[in-house]
């Protein structure tokens, strides 16, 4: 088992730049891949980014390349995704997933998700 604990949502304005962060314990985060889904309301689970055990490779949603950074810290089992340019359609709840067992891009094939962070963005 993995548990993750997302931290850094709040309140911006249009423009403007937050950082989240996921804490994972349990069996070791280290070693697997860990990605960073978004939900607003009444729309589906959608991927954000995610990064391979190693931080070697990265990947990112349409809707925010160049704009978003994921990245993580081993030795600290934690990742991040800062956030730049932030737009009011960034809105969501934004959900940390570890250990896919399929395509990175499907929220389904997520083992292990923390309990979400609000991100709303004022324009």
């Known amino acids: 088992q993995v548990q993750l604990v997302e931290s850094g949502g709040g309140l911006v304005q249009a423009g403007g730049s937050l950082r989240l962060s996921c804490a994972a314990s349990g069996r070791t985060g280290s070693s697997i891949a860990m990605g960073w889904f978004r939900q607003a309301p009444g729309k589906e689970r959608e991927f954000v980014a995610a990064?391979?055990?190693?931080?070697?490779?990265?990947y990112y949603g349409d809707s925010v390349k160049g704009r978003f950074t994921i990245s993580r810290d081993n030795a600290k089992n934690t990742v991040y995704l800062q956030m730049n340019s932030l737009k009011p359609e960034d809105t969501a709840v934004y959900y940390c997933a570890a250990d896919p067992s399929g395509s990175l891009y499907q929220y389904g094939t997520w083992r292990y998700w923390g309990q979400g962070t609000q991100v709303t963005v004022s324009s």
């Open positions: 990064i391979t055990w190693n931080g070697g490779r990265k």
